[in-house]
């Protein structure tokens, strides 16, 4: 068995010990707090990527997110060809009244259109002013940091491989045909300059 009471001497110990500690206190807001990197501050929207699939509003367990659309027809890509639908975005709103930042729609968006900012300054005096049209949630783009870079040991992603091997042999293709022009070009070259000394030639000959 312990000594009686050395559990309350320990104790005091801590709290003895805690108080001639000199405090450090955060001057928020002169003094800005050192955030980590995936701080789930604010919900940003890159419009270009959405189309509308609607999976983020779906999956939102507080059902905080409200998206409306229309259907556009878009003419054929070549001659011939039919006509396409494509969806429109018409609202994208986020009531942050609402939201639990669970990060849900971020993670189940397969085109990327939803990122999480660091900024969590934006409270309101009014309730309804926490609902983030688009507009507003394309503004916090800006302050989404750039991802981590990726580890150097890491498999290539499949979609980069794809689009450099493309690029290789469209690059090849463009070299050779460079190549095949500046061949033909030498040659025309080579066979006026033929044409030209045989020309002075019979010129000469005619004179004598």
Known sequence: MGIPGSGLAKGLAVTLRTMTRKSVTAQYPDAQPDLAPR???????????????????????????????????????????????????????????????????????PFDALFWSPEFEYAETDIRELTHERDRLREWMWTVPEPPALDPAAEEPKEIGAARKAADK???????????????????GEKNTKEQDAKEQDTEEEGT
């Open 39 to 109: 701080t789930r501050g604010v919900i940003g929207l890159f419009e270009e990527n959405c189309t509308v699939c609607m999976l983020c509003a779906r999956e939102c367990p507080d059902w905080c997110i409200y998206i409306d659309s229309h259907k556009e027809t878009v003419p054929p890509a070549a001659p011939g060809g039919r006509e396409r639908s494509r969806n429109v975005l018409d609202r994208f709103a986020i009531d942050f009244a609402l939201c639990m930042y669970c990060g849900i729609c971020i993670e189940v968006c």
């Open 170 to 188: 469209l690059a090849a293709q463009l070299a050779a045909e460079a190549a095949a022009q500046e061949e033909q070009a030498r040659d025309t």
